[in-house]
């Protein structure tokens, strides 16, 4: 990152020691001097004091004030001559013979005024004097303090200046090395301790990415208990927060989904249902009708007339209560509201019976029906809807059969699959092409004539589609050269 942290930081940290560098070096440059001057300044007026208290005292000759004076001049590196005023010396700091006769004769310069001041004038008293001087033989720079003390001596203090600016410079020169060592190790500390930083705001930064794309499984792992740690935590939290309830968000949308679906298909089928039902129910109530009016009004006085008129009203009637009836049982599948109770039965065992109870209509027809297949085939299925669609389909063989007029009906055991596979056929007209994917939907007639002549109406096979989607296993038709075949699968096991 161009603004990372890390390297703001770093930046951050660099400014600092540098400005931080070029501050102590003009402080040092600019004001060390003069503070060094003040306190050689403070210095010497402290060793004036102490020979003015002594020789007002009288004790400026004693050991003691001698000792004193001793360890004060040494550690401010003062040298100084006390003469009287006609130039007889008093005392002075032990000095090779050349300097003594410098301070001696410098003092005697001040008491005569003949001395050409070569500096600037620090501090003046009714007492002393205080000024910075330069040697003129050897043009070394001093800080003097020539006065009289209260017994009326003369004294001239003197410190060398010499070595103030070349100490400025050894220590602006060691102070930079100090500042660049500082700043290097500082860099490799600061360059660490960001990274022990940044490191987790980089992977909380991943981590927020990631949970804009919906990622909610990833979690903060770096830890700690800093406020960084706590940040992670909340991540965390708040993560798996977000995945439960985009969660239950997509589910509530599901369900949503569903009840819309579901509204639209309740819609579509009541305008369905009320159109064919309407189409359906018009010809038999039509029929009832029209022969209950004959009958009212007397058409015809023949008991045999009436016997006819009275068998079409209640076939009409039968007609249209097993219309009803089926219809109600196709609204329970579509929607769910049939339980289904699966078991282990003998299918093979139940067609017998189905063909059993089918007997006489079989030989109305002079149908030929054939069973194949093994004697005892066990699934496990609804057994009273496996009824419904076996007999669906063998109502629908025995109305459409043709030709050879035979009947098979086909039991196969696929091991492999763990299937049973059985198969209803019939002799007789194909079904045509455009008509395959349509007989499954409610009221669709692909010979309406024959299936009037029947009574058919359109909804045997829309019965089978339900309860086998409700088992959720296959079915199907195929057509044959001589015939049509429809076929479902259950569970062996």
């Known amino acids: 990152m161009k603004k990372s942290i890390r390297r703001q930081m770093a930046t951050i940290f660099i400014a600092l020691v540098s400005s931080v560098l070029l501050i102590a070096l003009l402080i040092n440059s600019w004001f060390l001097e003069s503070f060094y001057i003040r306190n050689k300044q403070k210095s010497l007026i402290y060793v004036y004091n102490l020979m003015n208290t002594a020789a007002d005292k009288g004790s400026?000759?004693?050991?003691?004030?001698?000792?004193?004076?001793?360890e004060e001049v040494e550690v401010g590196?003062?040298?100084?001559?006390?003469?009287?005023?006609?130039?007889?010396e008093v005392m002075s700091t032990t000095l090779n013979q050349r300097k003594q006769q410098e301070l001696f004769t410098q003092l005697m310069g001040y008491i005569l005024n003949k001395n050409q001041v070569r500096g600037e004038l620090l501090q003046t008293t009714d007492d002393y004097q205080i000024h910075s001087a330069t040697d003129v033989i050897g043009g070394d720079e001093y800080i003097e303090m020539w006065g009289y003390l209260e017994n009326g001596y003369a004294v001239l203090l003197r410190s060398p200046l010499e070595s103030i600016r070349e100490s400025v410079t050894i220590s602006n020169e060691f102070l930079i090395y100090i500042m660049l060592l500082v700043m290097c190790i500082g860099s490799v500390f600061v360059w660490y301790f960001t990274t022990r930083i940044t490191n987790p705001l980089l992977e909380l930064t991943r981590l927020s990415e990631r949970m804009a794309n919906l990622e909610f499984d990833v979690k903060y792992k770096s830890g700690g208990e800093n406020e960084?740690?706590?940040?992670?935590?909340?991540?965390?939290?708040m993560s798996e927060k977000l995945?439960?309830?985009?969660?239950?968000?997509?589910?509530?949308?599901?369900?949503?989904?569903?009840?819309?679906?579901?509204?639209?298909?309740?819609?579509?089928?009541?305008?369905?249902?009320?159109?064919?039902?309407?189409?359906?129910?018009?010809t038999p109530i039509a029929l009832i009708q029209g022969?209950?009016?004959?009958?009212?009004?007397?058409?015809?006085?023949?008991?045999?007339?009436?016997?006819?008129?009275?068998d079409v009203i209640l076939d009409e009637a039968n007609k249209m209560n097993q219309l009803v009836k089926n219809l109600l049982t196709l609204n329970q599948l579509e929607f769910g509201e049939e339980e289904v109770m699966f078991e282990r039965f003998n299918i093979v065992e139940l067609i017998r019976g189905i063909l059993q109870s089918n007997n006489i209509l079989i030989q109305q027809k002079e149908v030929e029906v054939q069973l194949h297949g093994q004697d005892n085939v066990y699934v496990w299925a609804d057994e009273y809807k496996v009824e419904q669609v076996i007999r669906n389909y063998l109502s629908n063989a025995l109305n459409h059969v043709e030709n050879e007029r035979v009947v098979e009906i086909r039991v196969l055991v696929n091991k492999e699959k763990e299937k049973a596979h059985i198969s209803v056929f019939n002799t007789g007209k194909q079904i045509p092409e455009e008509d395959l994917e349509h007989i499954w939907s409610k009221f669709y007639k692909v010979d309406k004539a024959r299936t009037r002549e029947y009574g058919g109406h359109g909804i045997g096979l829309s019965i089978v589609k339900a309860i086998m989607e409700s088992f959720q296993q296959g079915y199907g038709v195929v057509n044959y050269e001589n015939g049509v075949a429809f076929w479902f699968e259950l569970d062996l096991k």
């Open 243 to 282: 995945e439960q309830t985009v969660s239950e968000l997509k589910n509530a949308n599901y369900e949503l989904k569903k009840d819309i679906e579901k509204k639209e298909k309740i819609d579509t089928m009541r305008t369905e249902f009320i159109g064919n039902v309407s189409h359906e129910l018009k």
């Open 291 to 310: 022969y209950a009016e004959g009958l009212k009004e007397g058409v015809s006085d023949n008991p045999e007339s009436r016997e006819f008129y009275c």
């Open 60 to 70: 400026l000759a004693s050991q003691k004030t001698i000792d004193k004076l001793s």
């Open 228 to 237: 960084i740690g706590v940040l992670g935590a909340n991540f965390n939290t």
């Open 77 to 88: 590196n003062i040298s100084f001559v006390v003469m009287t005023r006609n130039g007889q």
